[in-house]
């Protein structure tokens, strides 16, 4: 069964970094669009981030965030897709997404977009990793670099195994989202792997206040992380 939900946002002007979308969704809908941030980063690349929330009883794979960007006159000017972060989403679980709007020549003419999701209902993802974070900081260049621990508690390996890293703001919204190997990606069973991640986009690392990460693999998901202080 395939789920899917609308959103509308305004860009009062492209070039302003940021702009309040309302998330909204109905009884029958799994998946909630909240906390949207948008910019246009030195390449004229706009980034709209946010996240997805699982608020049905079914976990949802195949997912998909779509976005529909329209001139001043309600025309379209261009239409992208990209998967959000983790590959299951569970019931109660969040998963952060970043669509790029890659039409440089037209992203001034940008006023408004509508987001949509859709995906397919499927089994939760087993709840058999944890992660950890070790240490954190953020150099001079403004990356911000996240290190730690993916344990496997399952007896199966965990394949493909990726931190991620949700990046907030200080009203809680998705400034950028970071993405690292664990090392080795294939944790065996009952065994653990260390990880490290970059936040690269300097031009909002400055702005976080807070991050969270979570692990993902193949078969199996972790907890988030409680969300730490920058």
Do not use: C
């Not at 653990?192 to 693999?217: C, E, M, P, R």
């Amino acid at each position: 069964m395939v789920r899917e939900i609308l959103l509308f946002g305004v860009l009062l002007l492209v070039f302003i970094p940021w702009t309040t979308l309302n998330s909204s969704s109905t009884p029958q809908n799994n998946l909630e669009i909240k906390h949207v941030y948008n910019y246009v980063d030195e390449n004229k690349i706009m980034h709209v981030l946010g996240e997805l929330q699982n608020v049905g009883n079914k976990a949802m794979t195949n997912v998909t965030v779509g976005a529909t960007f329209t001139d001043p006159e309600g025309n379209i000017i261009n239409e992208y897709n990209r998967s959000p972060e983790l590959r299951t989403i569970n019931p109660g679980f969040v998963s952060p997404f970043e669509v790029l709007f890659i039409d440089q020549k037209n992203v001034d003419k940008v006023k408004d977009f509508k987001l949509h999701v859709k995906g397919t209902e499927v089994r939760p993802a087993p709840v058999n990793l944890q992660i950890k974070v070790d240490s954190s900081r953020q150099d001079i260049l403004g990356f911000y670099y996240i290190n730690g621990i993916i344990f496997n508690s399952a007896d199966n390996s965990a394949n493909n195994s990726i931190a991620i890293a949700t990046l907030y703001d200080k009203d809680g919204r998705v400034i950028a989202i970071g993405r690292g190997l664990a090392e080795p990606k294939d944790i065996s069973g009952n065994s653990s792997a260390n990880f490290g991640l970059a936040i690269i986009d300097k031009l909002q690392t400055h702005k976080g206040k807070s991050y969270s990460v979570v692990a993902d693999s193949d078969s199996y998901v972790s907890i988030p992380t409680t969300t730490q202080e920058k």
